[in-house]
């Protein structure tokens, strides 16, 4: 195990047991984490607050729920899992018949020995989710419903970490922040998050990046609704999604389907696991909606949804390796590396191909295709992204011809910002 990929699971390991929701007092302990190993500053929305066209729900918080059988036992515990209680319950203390039960249970007759992820976030109603091996075998008789909760006027919270760069145009990653313990579904993500920005944190920087660490749907909605101006800052972005099972990368195109980031994102992950563009998923949905279409794909191992772990008791520390989270990491690292070194030169010696040997450029050190394409190419209309793609070299063997073609005196910067 690396050492990257130890510390990126630990993250995992100490956020699963919190109840996160789209509200409460579980994901401000989430963001107080979070805040703990990169510098994050929380906003707090009211509740009722009116964004685009939706509103901030109540706040919801668990004090303790548990539904007890004719014969006293627990067959579901918020104690023991938080998966137990559908999410947005609201209060109940009450006896009621087997039939009536019936219709506030959930569970999985395909999978019976896992429990189920439920939500009811804007249909007011209560729940419980259990293994369907255990439903099955409810006998006859009354059962005790006890659902501590509270949804009350308060507020929704994210956070965002902003490191500063060269200039005020920004890179943004998103990562959601509401699953309660699930663990490639939403803590992968956090994880890898919170190691890239303390990796960049470190370096120096072109560009501005923003971390948002919000609630699914309705937080990404609160931060465009209070972001108009800085969303129309974003050159790239990235939401990011189920980085830490086993299965290889895999990105899904923004909206505008061939913008920069995913270029970018076709030169580190493989072609195979390149998927379009589709109003589905996470909060692509939102940043890539028509009147914001931002630039901004989403990266991923496995789909959400494509894995049998998903939205269940399975996806849980276990199942997320710390190798997954250390690669999907590198593949970030990589991703920001191109977004960071793209850029437009100009060849100063354009009439002919300039002595190279000379110059010391053919000394096998420098990749001599990639100093010849570079050359070609860089007459201030091509990228360098451009000049990898049309050359088949590698981005990397593009840059650093680009960087001792400029040492030698052969390339100016054409333009400062690249794509
Ligand atoms: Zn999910």
């Not at 789209?22 to 009722?48: C, K, M, N, Q, Y």
């Not at 039960?101 to 189920?116: E, F, G, V």
């Not at 300039?354 to 570079?374: M, N």
């Amino acid at each position: 195990m690396t050492e990257i990929g130890a510390k990126l699971h630990a993250h995992v390991v100490e956020l699963y047991p919190l109840c996160r929701s789209i509200t409460g007092d579980g994901l401000r302990a989430t963001l107080r984490h979070i805040a703990a190993a990169i510098p994050l500053h929380v906003t707090e929305v009211p509740s009722g607050t009116q964004v685009l066209d939706w509103q901030v729900p109540p706040e919801w918080n668990v004090r303790d729920a548990w539904l007890e059988a004719p014969d006293g036992r627990r067959i579901a515990d918020f104690a023991r899992h938080n998966l137990h209680l559908l999410q947005y319950s609201e209060p109940v203390d009450r006896v009621v018949g087997r039939a009536e039960l019936d219709a506030h249970l959930h569970s999985l007759p395909d999978q019976p020995d896992l429990i189920p992820y439920r939500t009811s976030y804007y249909a007011r109603d209560w729940g419980f989710c259990l293994p369907h091996r255990t439903r099955a075998a409810l006998p006859e008789g009354d059962y005790r419903v006890h659902i501590n909760t509270t949804l009350a006027p308060g507020s929704l919270s994210y956070g965002e970490c902003v490191l500063p760069g060269e200039t005020a145009e920004e890179v943004l990653f998103s990562a959601h922040c509401c699953h309660p313990s699930l663990a490639n579904d939403n803590l992968a993500s956090i994880a890898v998050a919170i190691g890239l920005a303390q990796h960049l944190a470190e370096r120096r920087r072109r560009y501005t990046y923003r971390f948002l660490f919000a609630p699914g749907t309705i937080g990404a909605i609160c931060w465009l609704a209070a972001n108009r101006d800085a969303a129309s800052r974003i050159r790239h972005g990235l939401v990011l999604t189920c980085l830490g099972d086993p299965a290889a990368p895999s990105y899904k195109r923004s909206r505008r389907g061939n913008a920069p980031i995913d270029r970018y994102a076709a030169q580190v992950v493989d072609g195979a696991r390149i998927h379009p563009f589709s109003p589905t998923g996470y909060d692509e949905r939102q940043f890539c909606s028509p009147g914001f279409d931002l630039p901004m794909g989403c990266l991923m191992r496995s789909p959400g949804g494509a894995f049998p772990q998903y939205h269940t008791s399975a996806d849980n520390p276990d199942f997320v390796r710390p190798a997954a989270l250390a690669d999907s990491l590198d593949v970030l690292i990589r991703i920001v590396d191109l977004i960071e070194h793209d850029r437009h030169w100009q060849n100063t010696a354009p009439h002919g191909e300039p002595q190279l040997g000379r110059r010391g450029l053919y000394d096998g050190a420098a990749d001599r295709l990639a100093l010849l394409w570079v050359l070609n190419l860089s007459d201030g209309r091509h990228s360098l992204l451009d000049i990898a793609e049309r050359s088949g070299r590698p981005f990397a063997a593009v840059r650093d011809a680009a960087a001792a073609l400029e040492r030698a005196g052969l390339l100016v910067t054409a333009c400062a910002s690249g794509a």
